[in-house]
């Protein structure tokens, strides 16, 4: 049986029902950390700004990865990794209080190829250790303390998922991959 | 009528004893109550008695948890996790390719305390060059001990090297919430980042292969312990970052089936290295 999927970049309203579901599980994940502090309440326009930034590349990495689940369906991490950023997304959200919409079409663009290629894992490592890098220079931005936290529990997280994506591409033994984030931040 | 006056004396002597006293008493202690309502405050010292010649205890001064506080803290977690995984080393239980890791994280803990320390002098205070003190009571002492007695101490020496790290992890993510400034935070962060890679590897190198990646939080169809009760370390355990306690299970079983467990916690009150503590 072939498995056929809608590329979303021609179907942008693709698996609503699932972005909704993500985006619920990503309030009740956060509130798990206890963020009490998370408020849009008095957010300067500089970390506004800022948060945008990060939000729109964590909206450009759930579309990337939904193209790597279009080339590579039967791989669990690109769905997993979809919603966690979509996730991300949501909760910069609830930070700013603005809607999660709208991608970084530029860098959207820069890697599309790349994630849909044989290469995808690989490609997979660059983007993961490029958007730590990223969060690491926003939350050295950022004045907002609920802001912060959220920024801080992504940057665990895409640490996380770095060394998963090394050991999947045959690196998990390889230290410098591993435990070192070599990637420089996404320019804003 | 010598027997009617001997009556009444006895009558008398009685109600004196009795009736008098009891009524003589509380106008006493009614007055007293009184008087000392309506006395003037004549200052004084006024906590509780105290008897005998000892000294009065010392003290402590009133810790703030100010931004060099929370780097000292730090410094302390990385410094006890090196001592640590020094003396799991030594007790044999990691495996040779283990050791590989374990001498690279090492490393990295000495590194990331000397970076602490290096903030902590050019925020003003001093660094703060040894283990948490309460850690090694609390944590790091049971620990050991239990693994020293275990029934497969290489199994709880892996168990409790990837609790560690994991807990060192979020205590990082937590700290960032008490942390004044932006730059603080990012220093944190860098560290914390890293932290997160070594307990994410340590999970992948025990539980991918039986378990996969993604925990329970991240992915329902998974358990959260294994067939022992054993909790099991997963990369991803959930979608964010997490700051919450660690659950720690070593040792030998006792006559009830029950082994040595505890919670390790992010930094609070007993942890935090304040500006006037020194090694």
Redesign the interface.
């Known amino acids: 049986m072939t498995t056929t999927r809608v590329d979303p970049l021609h179907n942008p309203t693709a698996d609503v029902r699932r972005r909704v579901l993500a985006g619920g599980?990503?309030a009740l994940?956060?509130g798990?950390?206890?963020g009490s502090?998370v408020s849009a309440a008095g957010m300067g326009t500089a970390d506004s700004t800022v948060l945008r930034f990060a939000q729109q590349l964590e909206l450009s990495l759930r579309d990337l990865y939904e193209q790597a689940m279009d080339v590579d369906p039967s791989e669990p991490?690109w769905s997993?990794m979809s919603?966690?950023h979509e996730?991300?997304a949501h909760?910069i959200a609830g930070v700013t209080g603005t809607s999660a919409s709208g991608r970084n079409d530029e860098f959207f663009g820069a890697h599309r190829v790349a994630i849909r290629s044989a290469d995808r894992i690989s490609a997979a490592y660059e983007l993961e250790s490029a958007a730590?890098a990223t969060h690491?220079?926003v939350?050295?931005?950022?004045?907002d303390?609920g802001a912060?936290?959220v920024?801080?529990?992504?940057?665990?997280?895409e640490?996380?998922?770095?060394?998963?994506l090394a050991?999947v591409m045959g690196k998990?033994?390889d230290?410098s991959y591993?435990?070192e984030?070599s990637a420089t931040a996404v320019g804003q | 009528m010598t027997s009617d006056s001997s009556t009444t004396e006895t009558v008398a002597a009685e109600g004196l004893s009795r009736r008098s006293l009891l009524r003589t008493g509380g106008l006493t202690l009614g007055i007293g109550a009184f008087l000392s309502a309506c006395a003037a405050d004549f200052g004084g010292d006024t906590a509780a008695g105290r008897v005998g010649l000892a000294g009065r205890p010392a003290e402590l001064p009133e810790g703030t948890l100010n931004d060099t506080a929370i780097i000292r803290t730090m410094q302390s977690l990385e410094h006890s996790i090196v001592a640590l995984l020094s003396e799991l080393k030594s007790s044999g239980n990691y495996s040779p390719?283990q050791t590989?890791?374990i001498d690279?994280f090492s490393a990295?803990h000495v590194a990331a305390a000397s970076t602490l320390g290096e903030h902590a002098i050019a925020a003003g205070s001093s660094s703060y060059d040894c283990e948490n003190v309460w850690v090694r009571d609390r944590y790091l002492n049971p620990v050991i001990s239990a693994i020293s007695n275990s029934d497969n101490a290489a199994r709880d020496t892996r168990l409790a090297t990837h609790a560690f790290e994991s807990i060192l992890?979020h205590s990082y993510?937590h700290l960032?919430?008490h942390a004044t400034t932006?730059?603080l935070?990012?220093a944190?962060?860098?560290l914390?980042?890293?932290a997160?890679?070594?307990?994410?590897?340590l999970a992948?190198?025990s539980s991918?292969e039986t378990y996969g990646?993604?925990g329970a939080?991240?992915?329902a169809d998974v358990p959260e312990t294994d067939a022992d009760g054993f909790p099991i370390p997963y990369?991803?355990p959930?979608?964010?970052?997490?700051?919450?306690q660690i659950q720690l299970i070593v040792g030998a079983p006792d006559a009830d089936g029950a082994r040595y467990s505890t919670a390790l916690q992010t930094p609070a009150e007993n942890t935090f290295v304040y500006d006037y503590m020194s090694c």
């Open positions: 599980a990503a994940a956060f798990a950390l206890g502090r991490l997993a919603e966690h996730a991300y909760a730590a690491l220079e939350i050295g931005m950022l004045t303390v912060a936290e920024i801080a529990s992504i940057i665990s997280a640490s996380r998922h770095c060394v998963v050991d998990g033994n230290l591993t435990l984030n | 390719a590989t890791y690279r990295d992890a993510q960032v919430t932006p730059s935070r990012r944190l962060m860098e914390g980042a890293h997160s890679r070594r307990s994410a590897l992948v190198q991918r990646y993604l939080s991240a992915n990369a991803i959930a979608p964010f970052g997490q700051v919450g």
